[in-house]
T-cell receptor, first 111, second 113 residues
Framework: GENVEQHPSTLSVQEGDSAVIKCTYSDSASNYFPWYKQELGKRPQLIIDIRSNVGEKKDQRIAVTLNKTAKHFSLHITETQPEDSAVYFCAASKGNYQLIWGAGTKLIIKP | DAGVIQSPRHEVTEMGQEVTLRCKLISGHNSLFWYRQTMMRGLELLIYFNNNVPIDDSGMPEDRFSAKMPNASFSTLKIQPSEPRDSAVYFC???????????FGEGSRLTVL
């Protein structure tokens, strides 16, 4: 079945620097790739998503890129701020309700 | 809209007791998901409802778990009898469609002693 691998499991960056989190998926039929952010003790919330007909999408300081050939997608956060500290989850689906989730990346922003 | 509302937020119970978790969907959403989150297993989909009908319950761990959606705005997840390995955070999430953005509730943290 579909599998989503997420790396790294923990990422520590200096405030103001960029952070990149990568995910790979196994099923080439996957066509929807959301990213959720979960702050400590809070609910996961969608921050950005991309569909397979697009290679890149940006929303202010965050961007997602998709490489369908290599079957991987990445989350980029620029000019990191303390409020970016959280666990980030990638996911993939084939356009139905079944989201296959990555294991999560704990992002730590060092002051 | 207040968002997805879950209760209780925290539940501590003893092994063997019945646990009922509750979820109120966002008005107008027709898709309802129950997830379980643990450090070891991450986010696991337990059951998915569409228009009040259970579509996929393959993630329900065993017969001790059951879920209902008696109307378009409310769902319950019941564990009977509960076991220590059921300790986790249980989230419900609703969506406008099966492929739309998931709106999660605050979660119910369950501890079974």
């Amino acid at each position: 079945g579909e599998n989503v691998e997420q790396h790294p499991s923990t990422l520590s960056v200096q405030e103001g620097d960029s952070a990149v989190i990568k995910c790979t998926y196994s099923d080439s039929a996957s066509n929807y790739f959301p990213w959720y952010k979960q702050e400590l003790g809070k609910r996961p919330q969608l921050i950005i998503d991309i569909r397979s007909n697009v290679g890149e999408k940006k929303d202010q300081r965050i961007a997602v890129t998709l490489n369908k050939t290599a079957k991987h997608f990445s989350l980029h956060i620029t000019e990191t701020q303390p409020e970016d500290s959280a666990v980030y989850f990638c996911a993939a689906s084939k356009g139905n309700y079944q989201l296959i989730w990555g294991a999560g990346t704990k992002l730590i922003i060092k002051p | 809209d207040a968002g997805v509302i879950q209760s209780p937020r925290h539940e501590v119970t003893e092994m063997g007791q019945e646990v009922t978790l509750r979820c109120k969907l966002i008005s107008g959403h027709n898709s309802l998901f129950w997830y379980r989150q643990t450090m070891m297993r991450g986010l696991e989909l337990l059951i998915y409802f569409n228009n009040n009908v259970p579509i996929d319950d393959s993630g329900m761990p065993e017969d001790r778990f059951s879920a209902k959606m008696p109307n378009a705005s409310f769902s319950t997840l019941k564990i009977q009898p509960s076991e220590p390995r059921d300790s986790a955070v249980y989230f419900c999430a609703s969506s406008l469609s099966e492929t739309g953005e998931l709106f999660f509730g605050e979660g119910s943290r369950l501890t079974v002693l």
